[in-house]
């Protein structure tokens, strides 16, 4: 049998697949099973931070995996707490916890959020705030977090203990927040897969601010914003605010499985023995890799991501096909003339990988993708938009 179709037959159909079959690949480029190339504009949906068995971070995994591969959260092991202390000391956060996606970092999230309150204030202050057209994830409780009702259709009951609000709506939010029974407001800076939508600075910042005079938990998630793809270490940190906790995984990991919930100060003791766990969170391999990544994530890289999120936005805007673009650093997304997935079909057809994000292309390349790539891959890229 053939892989598509083995692929159709044997695996659930719970995703819109491309024919792509993708074998290997160096940084930026994808060779599919026939040796066709493709400059790589998706990077995993942000998973592979410096692109494809990048050589720093292949070596950093393959040394830690020939020396021990698992023991389990029962005992220690040295990329987990480095990983830890290398996190904790580039946010300014007090306490880590590892899970293994972004989903899991959000469940973590929430599940600290609620403790905290229970904790001061006793039952009946369990409420989220979270955004219209956010995600959060696909597991009962990150989806319930997700204020998207094209997601919500077919799985409830949902977790009780949710409210939507609109983005960069301050008046909603202090309605929102008026109500007694909020613990927490959970909010993506950019949101991703809503569109690749940057919120108001203002917003945010009144939000925050309004949160800490209530004792609400700020909480930011950082699973795709995060590690660098929108200019900053975590995108917070470009927008004024420090939040009480957030969650990040994606690019963390660099391709291997890894989330990561930080707590700062308020929180940092509110998870205790027997609250929360994971079998797998924290592997040690999974750590190894972030722990090269995190290190790579300097200044200089930072100034890069920026720069090269500029010239791709400024090498698109008044592009024929392209109707506007949004984001942050190299988190782009482009309204199109033409049907997105028209365009990602079309892309892939000649040699780019793109993603989309309702009804948006959104590109998020390797954060060391080279120029001369960022060239080839957009000149295909205008051609295909402009048909
Ligand atoms: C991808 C994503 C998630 C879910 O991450 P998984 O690793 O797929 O569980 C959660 N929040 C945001 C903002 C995301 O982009």
């Known amino acids: 049998m ?150 919500h259709e077919h799985f409830g009951p949902f977790l009780p203990g949710f409210v939507y609000t609109p983005a960069n709506d301050f008046a909603a939010m202090e309605k929102a927040l008026s109500d007694s029974s909020v613990c927490a407001v959970l909010m993506e800076l950019v949101q991703g897969e809503g569109g690749v939508i940057a919120l108001d600075k203002d917003f945010v910042q009144k939000t925050a601010a309004l949160c800490a005079e209530k004792d609400i938990l700020f909480a930011v998630d950082e699973v795709q914003t995060g590690n660098g793809r929108t200019g900053s270490l975590y995108a917070w940190m470009q927008y004024g605010v420090t939040p009480d906790l957030f969650s990040t995984a994606k690019g963390l990991g660099g391709g291997l499985p890894i989330g990561a919930c930080l707590m700062g100060e308020k929180c940092a003791d509110t998870l205790q023995p027997g609250t929360h766990g994971s079998t797998f969170g924290g592997n040690p391999v999974c750590c190894a890799g972030a722990i090269s990544v995190v290190e790579r994530l300097d200044d200089a890289l930072m100034a890069q991501v920026r720069e090269k999120g500029d010239y791709i936005r400024a090498a698109l805007t008044g592009a024929p096909g392209v109707k506007s673009l949004s984001g942050l650093g190299l988190m782009i997304g482009i309204e199109t003339e033409k049907d997105a997935g028209e365009i990602v079909a079309a892309c892939i057809e000649q040699g780019v990988i793109v993603l989309k994000a309702h009804e948006k292309v959104r590109l998020l390349p390797p954060l060391n993708i080279g120029m001369a790539e960022i060239d080839e891959a957009l000149a295909i890229l205008k051609g295909v938009l402009a048909k």
Not at 82 to 92: H, I, M, P, R, Y
Not at 113 to 142: C, P, Q, W
């Open 2 to 151: 053939q892989i598509r179709e083995m692929d159709s037959t044997y695996v659930a159909h719970t995703y819109g697949r491309a024919s792509l079959l993708a074998e290997q690949g160096s940084g930026a480029v994808v060779y599919d099973e026939t040796g066709k190339k493709y400059i790589d504009l998706g990077s995993g949906i942000g998973v592979n931070a410096f692109g494809v068995a990048d050589s720093v971070w292949t070596q950093a995994v393959t040394a830690q995996l020939t020396k021990l591969q698992h023991l389990s959260n029962l005992y220690h092991t040295a990329p987990q707490a480095q990983l830890a202390a290398l996190l904790c000391e580039k946010t300014g956060m007090k306490k880590v916890f590892f899970g293994n996606s972004g989903a899991e970092a959000n469940e973590c999230l929430i599940k600290c959020a609620r403790k905290y309150s229970h904790d001061k204030y006793g039952e009946g202050r369990a409420t989220i705030v979270t955004l219209l057209n956010s995600f959060h994830g696909r597991t009962m409780a990150t989806l319930s977090a997700t204020g998207q009702d094209s997601l």
